[in-house]
């Protein structure tokens, strides 16, 4: 049985318009692919990372530092993942 591993990062919103629907969307997408469970803290809250109303309610904006952690058997390749979208501005182009 593969151990289950917590990994933590962080990352910075650099999308213009924060994180809203169109790149929540595709942290969701990532996010769903992996098995772990994956939470995002921003300020006060703590949501599920595979659900977009979740990552909406963060209401983050651009230079929003999000923490995220992952918790599961692919939690490393998830945080991974999930760090090189933010940083390509999960793939939104205005």
């Not at 923490?67 to 939690?75: P, Q, S, W």
Request: hydrophobic content about 45%.
């Amino acid at each position: 049985m593969l151990q289950k591993t917590r990994v933590k990062d962080s990352f910075v919103v650099l999308n213009e318009k924060g994180l809203h629907t169109r790149p929540a969307t595709e942290l969701v997408k990532c996010a769903s692919s992996f098995k772990s469970n994956i939470t995002l803290h921003y300020q006060e809250l703590s949501v599920n990372a595979k659900s977009l109303l979740g990552i909406l309610m963060l209401a983050a904006a651009r230079g929003a530092k999000i923490r995220m952690e992952a918790e599961g058997e692919d939690a490393e390749a998830c945080i991974r993942a999930l760090s090189d979208l933010a940083k390509n501005k999960f793939h939104i182009h205005y």
